[in-house]
């Protein structure tokens, strides 16, 4: 009877441990209502932002970018993917340390026998698979580097975003500005055709004089919804990068203070300082940890040559005698020892090899293509500066004395005035043009170079990744 209660209570205890996982089905019609109303939770990314970054001052009338950054922590729902990849791997990681599942088997044989005292033989044996040497640390060593791949992924993933929103936000200011010399361009191109048209009537000039006042009253008119989709594509994808649909940005203001203050000059990066920057890009730690990955497999496929060893103990009950049988199990290794796997594992890592150089290379080309187009989109905004914005304002506010002594009609007043503010526009392309190669440069090098993301602590955004 003790026996009887032993075994039941065993078998009640392994099925205790076998609860079944609850199903969790998707509901695509409540998921895709949730998606297109999802806001910005802007209390939650004001404690991240001063999380991260207590240094850096608040803006309390708009979005900056560090709100922003802590909106991709904490909504990117491609942020949201990698991060649940990171658990994956550890969850993999983990379940590889285990070690390799027994197998039972149990076997039967019924004689009939006279001269036996039973015709029954009952049997049981495990087999017990030794997870030792080579095998289990190369498979261990796989597991730990796939989460480190994953760990890689998921900060490529995050500056990522960051870019496609920083491109947004240069797009949604350039355009906003655009909108607003635009506007006034315009409204001088009215004042203007509407005195030439004037003096028309009155046959002080002809009409075909007209046709090139008003050709350039429609391209003014072109630039002005051009720049009015600029600044509104700029939210749309600062939205959908930040995964919230457009209208959640309604009134919302995205700033940037110092926009059309770029540094004058970087500072310039020595081989040695490049060196590093491009060591520690999370693309170039991947390919790293990829190529360790290879590494490891080739490990396994080399432990392969040897016979893999499991112990199988048992039990007989053979017709009233007990038998303790043992019994030591080989694999052996395929007939040619395991070469070909090991040639074909060799040459995946020589093939990861081979990665790591195209991504150190392409990690250099970047950051000297950027640096030399920063340097040439610098040149351009500050000759702009220096010389075009200086003479059309001077030319405008020449005729502006002259509209006022009477010695220039309104028509060529107006046409200084576009002039100057064609200038600014001029101004905003080359500033953007600035921006962009700022941005380059911070992709190529993976770090912020300039406003409050200078102020992030690496160690307390660690908690959000």
Known sequence: MRRRLSITAALLTATAGCAPVPPAPVNLPARSAARVATQLEEPKLRQIAQGIAPAAPHMADGLDRLELFAAILAQDPRVAEARAAVLSAQRDARAAHKVAAPTFTLSSEYANDPSTSSPWLLGGSVNLPLDIGGRRSARLAKADLAVLVARQDLAEMVWSERVALQRGLIDAMAGAEQVRLGTGILALRDRQLAVLEDRARRGEIASLDLYPYRAARAAAL??????????????????????????????????????????????????????????????????????DQAEADLRAQVAQRYPAVSLGPGYTWERGLVKLPFALNLSLPSWDLNRAAIAAAEAHRAQAGATIEITLANAQAAIEAAQTERTAAQGALARLRGEELPATARAADKANLQLKLGAIGTADWAAAQIAAQEAQLAQVDALTRVRSADLALEDALRRPLDGPETMIDPALVQPWL
């Open 222 to 291: 072109r630039t002005l919804n051009d720049a009015r989709a600029r600044a509104a594509g700029g939210r749309a994808a600062v939205a959908g990068v930040l995964g919230v649909p457009v209208s959640a940005l309604d009134g919302k203001a995205l700033l940037w203070n110092d926009f059309t203050a770029p540094q004058a000059n970087l500072p310039a990066l020595s081989a040695a300082e490049r060196a590093r920057a491009i060591a520690a890009r999370a693309d170039v730690l991947r390919a790293l940890a990829s190529y």
